[in-house]
Nanobody
């Protein structure tokens, strides 16, 4: 079965960096678009970044452009999110997601764009 396992979350001060990883198994990883979403307390889940099957296309939420970088290693079945210049408003649970199609790159309508989710990893940024 499809399994997505995130790691790398934690607590950091504003301006710091974290690198999230998502280990995928149970399917042909290189055939699927992948992405990162996040959900802060009391807010809806929102798209953060997406990447195409062979990394030719990426997309980012405006709030993270220039600070976050999504990447993938198809040989290791792993998705990454490098987060720099972190802000308190980046505090959320971050979820790895497998896309049903290229629609994932739009980073919205995730209920239809995503077919599998990881369990999430907490990121807390203090001021």
């Amino acid at each position: 079965q499809v399994v997505l396992v995130e790691s790398g979350g934690g607590s950091v001060q504003a301006g710091g960096s974290l690198r999230l990883s998502c280990a995928a198994s149970g399917y042909t990883y290189s055939s699927y678009y992948m992405g990162w979403f996040r959900q802060a307390p009391g807010k809806e889940r929102e798209g953060v970044a997406g990447i195409s099957t062979h990394s030719l296309s990426t997309s980012y939420a405006d709030s993270v452009k220039g600070r976050f970088t999504i990447s993938r290693d198809n040989a290791k079945n792993t998705l990454y999110l490098q987060m720099n210049s972190l802000k308190p408003e980046d505090t959320a649970i971050y979820y790895c997601a497998r896309g049903r199609s290229s629609a994932l790159l739009a980073l919205r309508d995730h209920a239809t764009a995503v077919d599998y989710w990881g369990q999430g990893t907490q990121v807390t940024v203090s001021s």
